[in-house]
């Protein structure tokens, strides 16, 4: 299958199928909560399989670790415990994220041994780990390099040798350590080398280390619609629930979509959205048909707020009322982003699409830019002042219209009877704006919460606390704010942002209430697991 006659294909299945590929590595793509392949992915994946050098052109964050990882792990011989894939990245952080999306794509072939080799580490870890035998080692050049001259990492059986980020690589000054370490390597190896530009320097590895590559480019122009505003929002991870809902107000958006990569993603984001009070619901490909046509019933009725959607399930959305499209998580591709903000400024209206990013994700984005042509705005998340502010001008605009409407006799009766109590009008009318804003509302998810969800942190100092329970213990955000307010009688208003993670949680307090909260909380349980309480040391 040549990548100039690739079919698009719906989802992961399909081409798992026609490749014939393990059910084992598609159980694992699956339980990851991705759907369909990546345009790169339809591309490399059976080339790669074919046993032909390539050369791809393509941005992280266009799915290129499966493009490689999936036919490496397909092609592995699990009795040879022999280094069979080498994999070398720029950096140390790009070689632990390649470990990790390996590690899981494995996850049901047994013991497939993953072993990452990086600066930064102590060696002798990694000694230990070699020792035992490495299918894929994963790697900086420097390490690697390293490890071949001590011995401690052989090349014999190697198979592959992957290049990823290779112009990255080579801007970092590590070409002579690159083709000192094929020099260790078989002759007849297969390459797959990828890079985000196509540079004189790039070609020349190319022409001197690859046989006959085949050059597959991910690389295409794409457009999007003038009538859409196409805005940024660089905030953390742990906020971008919030800033949805602050958004959501300030703007007052009634009808939003939001778009996650993966199923997993689409399921987690729902029960925090709809816990903060907007009517929510979700598509993909795990929902059924009827189940789908029922979704999208509610959505074009306009009973939903927000609907959460994959790239795929999305496919098909033709609501005119979308005021606003979220991009959750920044698209795989350029494609899917035009297509995912497609979904608002249908038929002549006006639509509004936001982008969250931060970190290394900005990298991402800058490739999307460029190839739909488009800049995007960058906008600061609202702050909770700005949110009231919105609410107080809803309830005044529905104040004046109630006014015009008439109607009002009895209920001046009872404000008339409220006055006799010694209470002006003006305090009476300030009571129930507030009343109706729901002011007075501070339900326990991630600090202060308003009626609505949206976020009030704490205004005074605060110091971040490291709690030993997390993800794999199922704590939520009100799990800990109620356990602290429980048993340290600190009000549940005052904490502040609160950041899960698979083993710990980070919990920001009032410094002036640190102290006690770590000598009760240290002595108590939350949802029955004993817990070690401490000044998180990074924070």
């Not at 340290?488 to 410094?511: A, M, W």
Request: glycine share 8%; with cysteine.
């Amino acid at each position: 299958m040549r990548p100039d006659s690739i079919i698009p294909i719906k989802y992961y299945s399909m081409l798992f199928t026609e490749l014939g590929l393990r059910t084992e590595l598609e159980t694992a793509v699956s339980e990851m909560g991705f759907e369909a392949p990546t345009p790169v992915q339809q591309k490399c994946i059976p080339v790669i399989l074919e046993g032909r050098d390539i050369m791809g052109q393509a941005q992280t964050g266009t799915g290129k670790t499966a493009a490689f990882g999936i036919p490496a792990i397909q092609m592995l011989d699990q009795n040879e415990k022999q280094v069979q894939t080498l994999i070398m990245c720029p950096t140390r952080e790009l070689a632990v994220q390649v470990s990790g999306e390996l590690i899981k794509l494995s996850k049901h072939l047994g013991k497939v041994s993953v072993v990452p080799v990086y600066g930064g580490q102590p060696i002798e870890r990694q000694l230990k780990a070699l020792k035992k035998g490495a299918h894929i080692v994963v790697g900086t050049p420097g390490r690697v390099m390293d490890h071949l001259k001590r011995g401690t990492l052989k090349l014999d059986n190697l198979k592959m040798a992957v290049l990823d980020e290779a112009d990255e690589m080579l801007n970092m000054g590590f070409r002579e350590d690159i083709e000192d370490i094929l020099a260790y390597a078989p002759d007849d190896i297969q390459k797959v080398m990828f890079s985000a530009t196509n540079t004189p320097a790039i070609r020349s590895i190319m022409n001197k280390q690859m046989k006959d590559p085949e050059m597959i480019t991910i690389d295409k122009q794409v457009s999007t619609d003038p009538d859409i505003e196409q805005y940024l929002v660089e905030v953390r991870d742990s906020m971008r629930t919030e800033a949805i809902s602050r958004l959501m107000d300030v703007h007052d958006f009634k009808l939003g979509l939001i778009f996650c990569n993966t199923k997993r993603q689409v399921d987690d984001l729902a029960q925090e959205i709809k816990a903060r009070g907007f009517a929510t619901d979700v598509l993909h490909g795990d929902i059924s048909q009827g189940g789908r046509d029922k979704v999208m019933r509610r959505f074009r009725n306009g009973d939903l707020d927000l609907l959460i959607a994959t790239d795929v399930a999305a496919r098909g959305i033709d609501v005119s009322s979308v005021d606003v499209v979220f991009n959750f998580d920044i698209p795989q591709d350029p494609e899917y982003y035009v297509h995912r903000i497609g979904r608002t400024g249908r038929a002549g209206r006006s639509g509004t699409a936001i982008t969250f990013s931060a970190g290394r994700k900005k990298k991402n984005l800058k490739f999307i830019q460029k190839q739909a042509g488009v800049n995007l705005i960058p906008i600061p998340m609202p702050s909770m002042k700005e949110v009231e502010a919105s609410r107080a001008e809803g309830l005044m605009t529905g104040i004046v219209e109630t006014l015009e409407k008439g109607g009002l006799k009895t209920w001046i009766e009872h404000v008339e009877n409220m006055t006799e109590h010694g209470y002006s009008p003006v305090e009476i009318a300030a009571a129930c704006m507030k009343l109706q804003a729901g002011s007075e509302e501070t339900p326990a998810v991630n600090g202060s919460v308003s009626k609505n969800g949206a976020h009030q942190p704490s205004s005074s100092a605060m110091t971040s606390l490291f709690f030993s329970v997390g993800k794999k213990e199922k704590i939520r955000p009100g799990d800990i704010v109620g356990a602290i307010a429980g048993e340290t009688g600190v009000s549940g208003d005052s904490i502040g942002e609160i950041e899960i993670y698979p083993k710990h949680t980070l919990v920001d307090v009032p410094s002036d209430q640190a102290k006690h909260i770590i000598k009760v909380m240290s002595r108590s349980a939350i949802k029955g697991k004993k817990v070690r309480v401490k000044v998180d040391e990074k924070g």
